[in-house]
């Protein structure tokens, strides 16, 4: 009988959302003592401890029949490849949703070190969770990324009204409309870093966590993947360039309105307060 627990080596990135998580996902991919599941945002431990309706069948099935239930030609498509693609959906579209659930999603990697979810709404988790989450895992580590307040309040805006069809927003909204939309739950909790970080505080040894900014990553990205590589203990690894010079998620190019920062800036002004309170030094191009 395996003496593993459950979830064996466990690695999670709940950066906010529009904080690069998607940039850091589409490199360390490449890593090959990284595994990583078809869908990069399973979201499950927010299904289990925040919202148990996340994961339902409908909206599996729809997960599944958008991204994954693909045509493909015999003549070229690699079999394997077929063949993995329609095991990790029929593990998907499997229940009940639970921990066995969670851990079969990864049960085809033959060798990587470590199974690897980046879900931004898991940074939502009560504090208790994150002890339980703990004690099903031989090992957990959890990445936090964190950026300018403004800025990524902004970019999430953007994106927002974007992948919604309303980029027309960005340039009739006033501040009234501005601040109504980005105060919505969705959209705002992302920006409360103080609040995710006492969550992790109390529940996980300093060692198992990492908090890093976005504005570092690209400062020194080598730099960082290494110092994230060290996290793990996995050997490092030699990136492609073309994939360190990607921007996955781009959003449309806007400039943000004069008046947006004052909107938030009493927010902001305690945010970083809160951040500084827990034993970490903003970047200056926050202040």
């Given amino acids: 009988m395996s003496s593993h627990k459950l979830f064996g080596n466990l690695f999670l990135s709940i950066g906010a959302m529009k904080a690069g998580t998607t940039w850091l996902y589409s490199v360390l ?5 990284l595994h990583f599941s ?17 994961l339902n069948e409908p909206k599996r099935l729809a997960n599944a029949k958008d991204r994954y239930m693909f045509r493909f030609n015999p003549e070229k498509a690699n079999v394997d490849r077929v063949r993995e693609n329609l095991h990790w959906v029929s593990s998907y579209l499997n229940r009940p949703v639970d ?10 990697r033959p060798h990587q070190t470590w199974a690897c979810e980046f879900s931004n709404l898991n940074a939502h988790l009560p504090p208790e969770a994150w002890g339980q989450i703990a004690a099903q895992c031989d090992n ?5 990324t964190m950026r300018d307040p403004v ?12 992948m919604t ?10 501040p009234r409309e501005f601040e109504k939309f980005m105060r919505q739950p969705h959209i705002w909790d992302n920006a409360e870093y103080g609040r995710v970080l006492r969550n992790l505080k109390p529940q996980l040894p300093a060692e198992n966590v990492k908090v890093i900014f ?6 020194d990205q080598r730099g960082m993947l290494k110092g994230i590589e060290d996290f793990l203990g996995v050997e490092h ?17 806007r400039s943000m309105p004069e008046f947006f920062t004052e909107l938030v800036a009493k927010d902001v002004d305690r945010i970083k307060t809160e951040i500084r309170a827990e034993g970490y030094q903003i970047p200056d191009s926050w202040l």
């Avoid at 800025?151 to 974007?162: A, G």
């Avoid at 976005?214 to 400062?219: K, L, T, V």
């Fill in 214 to 219: 976005y504005e570092d990553i690209h400062a």
């Fill in 38 to 54: 078809l869908e990069k945002e399973i979201h499950y431990f927010y299904h289990k401890y925040v919202d148990t309706t996340f």
């Fill in 165 to 174: 069809g309303r980029t027309d927003k960005l340039e009739t909204w006033g």
């Fill in 237 to 253: 690894f030699n990136y492609p360039q073309k994939q360190l010079d990607a921007r996955p998620t781009e959003g449309v190019k």
């Fill in 140 to 144: 957990l580590r959890v990445l936090y």
């Fill in 99 to 108: 921990d066995f659930w969670f851990r079969n999603l990864f049960h085809m």
């Fill in 151 to 162: 800025k990524r309040l902004w970019s999430h805006t953007k994106f927002h009204l974007q």
């Fill in 29 to 33: 991919n490449r890593h090959p003592e």
